[in-house]
């Protein structure tokens, strides 16, 4: 069964988004408390403790799994308020958490023996060895892939491993390792791997330059665009570089990530979920993906022709798409 | 169309007549009568830093400001000019309601420049989370504001919109008419005629409307 | 000064030098390690490939040699693996290391399983941010530990403060590697892509230097990293590192004179000469790249903050 059926692993960042991926057609949501335990810590966004009681309970009662997202690496003497977040997870009735950090995992598997522990796309396991050093040590049950492999890749490390993957099927690309990337503190001083933002919106500015629009990162400028051209965040690596006489996005363009057109890969080479990227996205968002996604897998499921391409390209980051490094030739 | 919608093309013609001073007591209502429907709103809005949002329609002649975090949340008018607030949101009004009703992705409107953001991108971020975390239906709250005439409010609110859209329509096809070659002068006479009747008609009962308002702001008081 | 007299007592910190980021020639590759052996103030050398696999194999017939003469001259040798391994391949080579009983800088969590638990050396690129994964890898069998480069200088007090478990290296010096990739930047920059990638990151022999839309010189890459424009520089902060238990001192091969380079930090360890000085010295051995220290106060990591003590 699990090998013909393919989960769909939503995104809520609020739970009026938990509410709309449920109605929308999620297998599972994933979502995080409200602070810098997860790698979505954005202001206004995720779930207190009563939310994430009162959001397991209801996604539960519509037959949805919850997995809660503590994948950000403690700070040297702050541990205690990740092992707070591991074990309300574990209070709130949470089907599983995603965890990166070595020493959290430890905890998890010492405390929590019987919670589920799924390891994040942050802890960057690329290859057979690193995911069954994971699954040796921490017993985990899941490896979310990292954003950088091949179809082939994919396919070649569930062979290796036999293990349950879940691979980003929708969202932003990701070009640079995960978990490992210092780009944004480098720029900002704050560090995605602890703060668990990526190119925090205190240090976003957008400025009007002479029929330019100007995108900067605390003091670094990362992109200047015409006006009609679409806009997009100030991220360290979909920024534009002059590097060897040439100004280009030298590391990736502003584009989404979507792979929608290629679900029958997906499946055959024995992925278990796919996961749709976003809980800093609106519910409107959710409902629009998560809907198109389950449609498509419904299709898939029926042996029928997908009909979902181009749907999605409005709600892509810059208004377009790319299927990232699934596809060869990305690198 | 979506009976369930608040009618963006009446909503602008409505702020587009009623006096300052009237709009400004009415969306002090208007705040005070979601702060019943929306409770848990105001305590997210609470829990933010303080800050001021100013909400720039680009199709009106004057914009908002939002003051919210730490104390009261409030929504008043300004005048165009000079504004001290810490970030800015500007687009069309009716991009601005879908924003605010969470109908299409605020990510999506930014991509396409549908809406432009300046300023503090934190505190508008902190915002659009706070207010997505919320089922909000302006209609719902409108007519709410108008208790126990609610349901009758919301009826007239959506006849006169139906109406308006009616009038656009023929004014469209008027122009249309008049700017074909075989169009029958004397016809678009009559037509415009017409839809004058139909504006004055419609002017009238917005005044109607705007009456009520003040007469439930009145007994607010 | 109480610090002096403190720091005084410690065993005299350990220079090393790191990893090659860059993709020079074989030769110069050779000859800058025998001019390490035979003349750098250097007490341990990491050999090995950690950016890109596709450049080990020019390097492999030097290796014997290069580790033979390092060894000979007092140095110890550690290999160094790739900091991404995706490929079938890239795991057998840091398998192979591993069996073949080198002492190994584990720089990607395939290492650790290839090892097996048996004595290596945590890599920067290994996320060791808490007391928590510091100790589960000592467990493991870690002698020494490289803290990530992001690490502020509290947080490296904490974990270089738990006694005598396992020594504690930190780079203070060269350019800062930010991030690994799959795809090749370099490749890119020269419209190539990484499978036809001609060995362009040959052309830079200190990394591609990239600036903003603003002209502001901000990264540089080196394959498929991307790195700091400028240099980290903690000479001033060497007396600190050393009180708060660090033990090693990493200096990260750039393309200016490195055995001088060591040296420097060598005399400011053992208190020969004033760090205000060595610093001045240091920037005429480094020309035009400016210096950085962000990150260890816990801000911008291209920043400089100037020394207040």
Redesign the interface.
């Known amino acids: 069964m699990r090998s013909s059926y393919l989960e769909l692993v939503c995104p809520a960042?609020?739970?009026?988004?938990l509410h709309a991926a449920v109605a929308a057609g999620a297998d599972t949501v994933y979502c995080g408390f409200r602070d810098c335990t997860n790698a979505r810590n954005?202001?206004?966004?995720n779930f207190d403790m009563d939310e994430m009681t009162a959001g397991v309970a209801y996604a539960h009662e519509h037959g949805c799994k919850v997995l809660v997202t503590i994948n950000t690496?403690?700070?040297?003497?702050?541990?205690k308020s990740w092992h707070q977040a591991v074990d309300n997870a574990a209070m709130a009735g949470a089907d599983a958490i995603i965890l990166?950090?070595?020493?959290?995992l430890?905890?998890a598997t010492r405390r929590h023996p019987g919670l589920r522990r799924h390891l994040s796309v942050q802890?960057?396991?690329?290859?057979?060895?690193?995911i069954?050093?994971?699954r040796?040590?921490f017993d985990i049950k899941r490896v979310v892939l990292p954003r950088?492999?091949s179809i082939e890749?994919v396919a070649?490390l569930i062979q290796q491993t036999e293990m349950e993957t879940e691979v980003f099927a929708f969202g932003s690309v990701g070009?640079?390792?995960e978990?490992?990337?210092?780009?944004s503190?480098?720029?900002?001083?704050l560090?995605p791997?602890?703060e668990g933002v990526c190119a925090?919106?205190?240090h976003?500015?957008?400025q009007?330059d002479n029929h330019c629009i100007k995108s900067c990162l605390?003091?670094?400028?990362?992109?200047?665009f015409s006006?009609d051209e679409?806009?997009?965040y100030p991220t360290p690596?979909k920024?534009?570089?002059?590097?060897?006489g040439?100004?280009?996005y030298?590391?990736?363009e502003p584009i989404g990530l979507n792979a929608v057109d290629i679900l029958p890969q997906l499946k055959a080479a024995g992925v278990t979920a796919l996961k749709i990227e976003g809980r800093?996205?609106?519910?409107?968002?959710v409902s629009?993906v998560v809907g198109t996604f389950r449609k498509a897998l419904d299709d898939l499921a029926a042996g029928t022709q997908i009909h979902a391409s181009g749907d999605l390209k409005?709600?892509a980051?810059?208004?377009r798409e790319t299927s990232g490094?699934y596809k060869k030739?990305?690198? | 169309m979506d009976e369930s919608r608040l009618p963006v093309p009446l909503a602008r013609v409505a702020l587009r007549v009623i006096p300052e001073t009237v709009l400004n007591r009415l969306t002090y209502l208007l705040i005070r009568r979601m702060q019943k429907i929306h409770p848990g709103l105001f305590q997210n809005l609470a829990r933010l830093d303080a800050a001021t949002v100013c909400i720039e329609p680009s199709d009106l002649p004057y914009r908002f400001v939002l003051k919210f975090g730490q104390g009261p949340t409030s929504l008043r008018t300004a005048a165009r000019a000079g504004c001290s607030c810490d970030a800015a949101v500007k687009g069309k009004l009716e991009s601005l309601l879908n924003l605010l009703e969470g109908r299409i992705d605020s990510d999506m409107m930014f991509f396409s420049r549908e809406i432009i953001i300046t300023g503090d991108t934190a505190v508008v971020v902190a915002l659009r989370n706070t207010l997505d975390r919320e089922e909000i239906r302006l209609l719902d709250d409108i007519s709410a504001m108008c208790g126990p005439v609610s349901n009758p409010a919301r009826k007239v609110i959506v006849r006169v919109n139906k109406f308006m859209e009616h009038i656009k329509t023929s004014m469209k096809n008027a122009h249309e008419r008049r700017h074909s070659r075989d169009a029958n002068e004397a016809a678009a006479k009559l037509e415009c005629a017409r839809l004058q009747e139909e504006i004055k008609a419609l002017k009238f009962r917005l005044a109607k409307f705007e009456v009520r308002g003040k007469r439930m702001d009145a007994s607010a008081l | 000064m109480i610090e002096n007299q403190t720091t005084q007592n410690l065993p005299a910190g350990k220079i090393t030098i790191g990893p090659l980021f860059f993709h020079w020639t074989a030769e110069k590759r050779r000859d800058f390690y025998f001019r390490i052996a035979d003349e750098a103030a250097i007490d341990c050398v990491y050999l090995g490939e950690v950016v890109c696999s596709k450049r080990e194999i020019f390097f492999k017939e030097f290796l014997p040699v290069v580790s033979e003469r390092l060894q000979r001259a007092g140095k110890e040798v550690i290999v160094s693996t790739l900091a991404l391994v995706t490929s079938k391949r890239e795991m057998s080579t840091v398998s192979a290391y591993a069996d073949a009983g080198f002492m190994v800088e584990a720089n990607d969590v395939a290492s650790l399983q290839a090892l097996h638990g048996r004595p290596h050396v945590i890599g920067p690129f290994i996320n060791v941010f808490n007391e928590s994964t510091r100790d589960y890898v000592i467990k493991n069998n870690a002698t020494r530990i490289v803290l990530p480069v992001e690490m502020a200088a509290d947080s490296i007090g904490r974990l270089a403060g738990g006694g005598e478990a396992a020594e504690i290296e930190v780079m203070v010096f060269g350019r800062q590697p930010l991030s690994v990739a799959m795809r090749c930047y370099h490749a890119r920059a020269h419209e190539l892509n990484k499978d036809s990638c001609q060995f362009v990151c040959g052309l830079d022999q200190d990394g591609l230097q990239t600036n903003t839309v603003d002209q502001q010189p901000i990264l540089a890459v080196n394959g498929t990293q991307t790195m700091s424009h400028g240099y980290v520089v903690l000479l001033q902060e060497l007396a600190k590192l050393q009180n708060m238990g660090v033990s090693h001192f990493r200096l990260s091969p750039q393309d200016v004179d490195m055995a001088r380079v060591s040296h420097l930090y060598r005399n400011v360890l053992d208190r020969k000469c004033d760090p205000a000085e060595a610093l001045e010295t240091l920037k005429a051995i480094t020309d035009t790249v400016p210096f950085i220290n962000g990150f260890w106060h816990g801000s911008e990591g291209f920043a400089w903050v100037e020394n207040r003590a």
């Not at chain 1, 960042?13 to 988004?17: D, K, L, N, R, V």
């Not at chain 1, 503190?185 to 001083?189: H, I, K, L, N, W």
């Open positions: 960042g609020t739970p009026a988004a954005y202001p206004g966004l690496f403690p700070r040297a003497g702050q541990e990166a950090d070595i020493g959290l430890d905890y802890a960057s396991a690329a290859n057979a060895l690193s069954l050093f994971y040796e040590h950088v492999l890749d070649s070009p640079m390792s978990g490992r990337c210092f780009l503190s480098y720029m900002t001083g560090s791997t602890h925090p919106a205190s976003v500015v957008y009007d605390g003091s670094v400028t990362l992109n200047k006006k679409p806009a997009a690596c920024g534009r570089y002059e590097a060897n040439r100004t280009s030298l590391f990736e800093q996205r609106s519910r409107a968002y629009k409005t709600m980051e810059g208004g490094a030739g990305w690198r």
